[in-house]
């Protein structure tokens, strides 16, 4: 198990702002990616292991996908609010496949911030108990 310092869990916004700005969640300080998409294996600061299981991102990076682009999309057109024209669809889908790639490692990074509170609140970043020895 992972050691964590004992210091509190930081508050949802800061960990979200945090991750937004591709830092560590847990001390804010380091850069999480060596390149664009390439995920540093631990914090250089408080050794903060991102991913200890490889595939722990892809849910919550689907819960930002589907709450900030294709669910008020959806809303807006099923209501009537939205009726667009053609040329508008297609500017609209080219726009925002582009936002969906550029903004790819802040969204990547408020997944792995959501990721880390969980792990935090679970108890699997807790400090290992110590073990009794028998004698």
């Known amino acids: 198990m992972q050691t964590l310092n004992r210091e509190p869990c930081p508050p949802l916004k800061t960990l979200l702002w945090r991750g937004l700005r591709c830092r560590c969640p847990q001390c804010g300080q380091s850069a999480m990616y060596q390149r664009w998409m390439k995920l540093h294996e631990r914090c250089r600061v408080c050794d903060l292991q991102y991913l200890p299981n490889q595939g722990d991102l892809w849910g919550p990076l689907l819960f930002f996908d589907r709450i900030l682009f294709i669910i008020p999309v959806i809303v807006l057109a099923y209501f009537g609010l ?3 024209d053609r040329a508008f669809i297609t ?4 726009l925002a496949i582009v936002i969906l790639v550029v ?4 969204r ?3 997944s792995l911030a959501l990721d880390y509170l969980i792990r935090r609140n679970s108890g699997d970043l807790c400090e290992p108990e110590p073990e009794d020895e028998a004698e």
Request: a neutral charge; zero cysteines.
């Open 103 to 106: 903004t790819l490692p802040n």
């Open 82 to 84: 939205w009726n667009p």
């Open 91 to 94: 500017y609209f889908a080219l």
């Open 108 to 110: 990547n990074g408020m």
